[in-house]
């Protein structure tokens, strides 16, 4: 009786770890809406710039997070996070802006920045915008 009830117990552990990979695999084969869907980021825009600070937002489209690339040049030198997603439709991003706070700039110089956008494996990069900030 003893094995009789080991092999129960072995047989209903077998089969939950066989239906919960069942489902983790059903899961992960869900089609993506937006498949083939590449994310998109707008030029920056600056605002609010002062002597050592400047504030930039982009307008954001099928991302879950963008980030800014800035610096005195084209090279940039200097990443932010532009923040993530955090309002769905159907469980997923359409539209949202990304931005962000850049402290600790030098007066009177001028800054390039572009921004970055994801989803999932794929990025695109937006094209660079100047501002300069104030003497």
Known sequence: MKSLCKKN????????????CMAIIMHSCEPDPLKGTVPSIIQPLASGITQTEATINAPVHYAESAYFEYGTNLSY?????????????DHHCESWVAGAHLTGLNPGTTYYCHGIAKYRNKTNYSSYQTFTTLN
């Open 9 to 20: 117990i072995t047989y209903q552990l077998m089969t939950a770890t066989i239906i919960l």
């Open 77 to 89: 030198g200097n990443t932010i996070s532009g923040g993530s997603c955090t309002v769905t439709v």
